[in-house]
């Protein structure tokens, strides 16, 4: 499938139904190889003058190793009836199982970043700023006892968007 680069400026997706409803594929690589998961919590803006996005990742999620390990990472938009495979790489661990060969998707390598053949929308990201989130930052208390009652808070990482490629 081809693809072709516009500006960050460009897209044209409401950012609540990209990250909330269509969800993101996030992938990372380390050592020459990739490994995604999903994400519904970020957001995107402008920061420091740059077009950025931020994302938020569990320290368990196997993905953390490989975005921490690299300088960047991509975000992948998949259409509405990639659902299942959505699904699949929110809920299987990269360190149990091959899950991007079994999900399906073809990984497209692109000067240390992957991106996936089926996307309708691939974001290029350059890691900013990475900040663990901590307990006694939480000034409303309702989030931190609905989402983290077992204390793993996310960490947060603010990236500079530098290129946006969309299914042509």
């Known amino acids: 499938m081809a693809f072709k680069e516009i500006q960050p400026q460009e897209m044209r997706d409401d950012v ?16 020459g190889r990739a490994n ?5 919590w970020g957001g995107m803006g402008v920061l420091w003058g740059k077009p950025v996005v931020f994302i938020f990742i569990r320290p368990q999620r196997y993905t953390k ?3 921490d390990a690299a300088d960047g990472f991509t975000l992948s938009v998949l259409d509405e009836s990639k ?9 299987v661990s990269g360190r149990d199982e091959a899950k991007i060969e079994k999900a399906g998707l ?6 240390g970043f992957t991106y996936f053949a089926e996307a309708r929308l691939a974001i290029f990201c350059r890691k900013l700023y990475a900040q663990e989130m901590k307990e006694t930052c939480f000034i409303a208390q309702e989030p931190a006892a609905k989402w983290y009652p077992e204390r793993d808070y996310h960490t947060m990482y603010v990236a500079e968007i530098q290129k946006v490629l969309v299914r042509a």
């Open 106 to 111: 073809t990984p497209i390598s692109n000067g």
């Open 36 to 40: 995604a998961m999903t994400a519904s």
């Open 65 to 67: 190793e490989f975005v």
């Open 83 to 91: 659902r299942k495979t959505l699904n699949y790489l929110g809920t």
């Open 16 to 31: 609540f139904t990209l990250i909330g409803k269509d969800w993101l594929v996030v992938c990372g690589e380390k050592d």
